[in-house]
């Protein structure tokens, strides 16, 4: 049993300022509080390469412009970093509320925190890192790398402090010029998103639960039907033979592969529930195989661990084991799984959640038998939140197993910094209201901040009932999330996108120098073609400027990863009333496609100027003058009218009986 003994710090030093060494690039520190601390540190959890944190790179002869204080105080570890005066704080991934963390206080300890509020201290992920922007425009990064509970704490102004057990390191990252700057730095250490495949990007339909294929059927034909865009269908729970992980229900979901082969014929993928609680039963093979091979979460007495979970008692497959024991068992369980016809796996409860315990988890001081490289052997206080990414990491893994041509799609509840490389996310069990709907965005845009870009909320709201309006106004903001995903729970009304009518969506506005690119409107990611006409919504800034880019491959495999894409970089600009579009750069070895270019020239009160060329060919449109502008404005926003007072509205409901004793806010947007 491979054990990473805590080392026991004998210096007399208890607090004063932290000892440094350049790693991994330029602009990036390593901070500890003693020389001996660099030796007592756990292995990096979050970083690709755990060896970029530990080795300071000799070509380096900055010093860091900010440099932390530690105190040591009863086993803990407390630092502060002080910034300029005027100093605002961004980051410390999943957490709700603002966008803006200054003067907030969180806990990095995944939680089961089913409607949760704008002042929940601790979610399902934890993300020990803030992103500062300093008064001059510039910014800084801080990662505390360590896996345990740890506070984050922004109370007082310009004040970054951590507290958590000793020992661990303080990364920085910058001062940089901007915080993109910082966010590729970033990446560098814990790594970007994993490339998912090109279907994932589009329309989600889930529910808890669809409980037959014959229902499933029913929901992905009335897609079809009504013309309404989704390129993915979702299994909860209720697909498995009484919860158990691993088999279907022989009388609701007899076929699976039959059923998945109907779903593919109409541009559907189909994505199945896996949880990390295994039944204790014997007889039920993942349970005897996994006792077979001494796969289990143990007790302080070393034996398995059994909690509670939907299937009833369970046992818990302990992932910080080596690719011999936990993790290579449950990537083969994947991998015989996805034979099925499995196009993702969504990795729920595994925080993990324990059902009939005070906290919903089990106890911290449960054993993991952890590799050496991980940290050795803990206790679960050690290894609790990275459990959720390392289980992701072994489902990814699994599914590369089972088909090493297809990019795997994995979305998990429960993660750390650094599971992005693994799997998407979602904010959890979120509720039905205004309020929720106006916190996905900042909650997305937080998990961005954070180094985990591919997240979305479950549209429409889990818990509870949405309104008509509620649930109109979030579809067609869910459009714009990076993962858009509708997702309701039980005993709720339906939440499918017909569910409240029809009505026209208000109008799209783009920030001045952007260009958006776009296709035509399409059922499912398959009706696409390489020569589809390719539209540019090009929106000028004061400069009379715009960039945008578009990403192109083959959507589902690796051809990328040797050259076979193309990137291609589109710039307008305006110079004596002539707008000119054109590419500015293209990587990539893919050839152009022969397709028209459509350029849509937004100016202002939804006008917009029309103009038709070749992809890869200049494209020069000749601006109105003023007046004429005007007029084209003017008579846009009168139409614009027109079209909104002849719209099918959905109808304004006053009250709809909410879930749970939950009340429904009734403030739109």
Request: aromatic content about 10%; glycine content about 10%; overall charge negative.
């Amino acid at each position: 049993m491979a054990e990473y003994e805590e080392v026991a710090v004998t210096s007399d030093v208890k607090s004063g300022n932290m000892v440094f060494e350049p790693v991994l690039e330029e602009g990036v520190f390593r901070f500890d509080c003693i020389a001996d601390h660099r030796n007592a540190a756990f292995p990096s959890l979050s970083f690709v390469n755990p060896k970029d944190r530990d080795t300071p790179i000799m070509t380096s002869h900055n010093v860091p412009s900010y440099i932390p204080t530690f105190e040591c105080v009863f086993g803990e570890q407390i630092i502060q970093i002080e910034l300029p005066i005027g100093t605002s704080f961004y980051g410390t991934g999943e957490v709700s509320g603002q966008l803006e963390r200054t003067g907030k206080r969180v806990f990095t300890w995944n939680t089961v925190a089913g409607a949760y509020g704008p002042g929940t201290t601790s979610l399902y992920q934890s993300h020990p890192w803030v992103l500062a922007v300093l008064p001059s425009g510039e910014a800084l990064g801080v990662l505390a790398d360590t896996t345990r509970r740890c506070e984050i704490n922004l109370q007082k102004e310009s004040i970054i402090k951590f507290v958590a057990p000793s020992a661990y390191p303080v990364i920085t990252f910058g001062p940089f010029a901007s915080p993109t700057d910082v966010l590729i730095s970033l990446s560098h250490a814990v790594g970007t998103v994993f490339m998912p495949p090109k279907w994932s990007l589009g329309y989600h339909q889930c529910r808890w639960s669809y409980d037959s294929d014959a229902r499933v059927r029913e929901i992905a034909r009335t897609f079809r039907e009504k013309g309404i865009p989704c390129d993915v269908i979702w299994m909860d729970i209720d697909y498995m033979n009484g919860f158990r992980c691993f088999t279907f229900d022989q009388e609701r979901f007899p076929d699976p592969k039959s059923l998945v082969k109907d779903l593919h014929l109409t541009g559907f993928k189909a994505i199945w529930m896996l949880d990390p609680g295994i039944k204790h039963e014997e007889g039920y093979f993942v349970y005897d195989n996994g006792s077979e091979k001494d796969v289990w979460i143990q007790t302080a007495d070393g034996k398995p661990f059994v909690g509670e979970v939907w299937p009833g008692p369970c046992v818990f497959p302990d992932f910080t084991l080596s690719k011999t024991r936990s993790r290579s068992w449950w990537a083969s369980l994947v991998k015989d799984f996805i034979s099925n016809g499995v196009d993702g796996i969504w990795n729920d409860m595994n925080e993990p959640a324990v059902f009939k315990a005070v906290t919903k988890m089990m106890p911290e001081t449960n054993v993991h038998r952890g590799d050496i490289e991980l940290g050795g052997c803990q206790n679960h206080s050690h290894y609790h939140n990275v459990y959720g990414m390392l289980m992701a990491r072994s489902t990814y893994e699994g599914m590369k197993l089972g088909n090493e041509n297809n990019r795997p799609f994995v979305l998990t509840r429960a993660g750390f910094i650094g599971s992005q490389r693994y799997a998407a996310t979602w904010t959890g069990d979120n509720l039905s209201t205004w309020e929720h709907l106006h916190m996905s965005i900042s909650m997305v845009l937080q998990l961005g901040l954070s180094g985990q870009p591919l997240s979305g909320p479950d549209i429409g709201g889990f818990e509870g009932n949405a309104t008509p309006k509620l649930f109109g106004r979030w579809m067609g903001l869910g459009a714009m999330f990076p993962f858009c995903r509708g997702h309701s729970d039980t005993g709720t009304i339906d939440h499918e996108p017909w569910s409240f009518g029809e009505e026209d969506l208000p109008a799209l506005y783009l920030q001045g120098g952007s260009i958006i690119p776009s296709g035509p409107a399409i059922q499912h990611v398959g009706e696409a073609n390489p020569t589809d006409d390719l539209s540019l919504l090009v929106a000028l800034d004061e400069h009379g400027k715009a960039k945008g880019v578009l990403f192109e491959d083959d959507g589902d495999g690796y051809e990328f990863t040797r050259g076979g894409y193309l990137l291609t970089t589109y710039v307008a600009e305006l110079e004596s009333s002539v707008v000119t579009v054109r590419i500015s750069k293209a990587e990539g070895s893919w050839k152009r496609p022969k397709r028209r270019l459509h350029v849509q020239l937004l100016l202002g009160g939804c006008a917009m100027l029309d103009a038709w060329g070749i992809d890869g060919e200049v494209l020069q449109i000749m601006m109105p003058s003023e007046d004429e502008v005007s007029n084209l404005v003017s008579m846009s926003e009168k139409q614009y009218k027109i079209r909104m007072e002849n719209a099918k509205r959905i109808p304004e409901v006053e009250k709809v009986s909410g879930l749970k004793g939950v009340e429904l806010s009734r403030t739109p947007i």
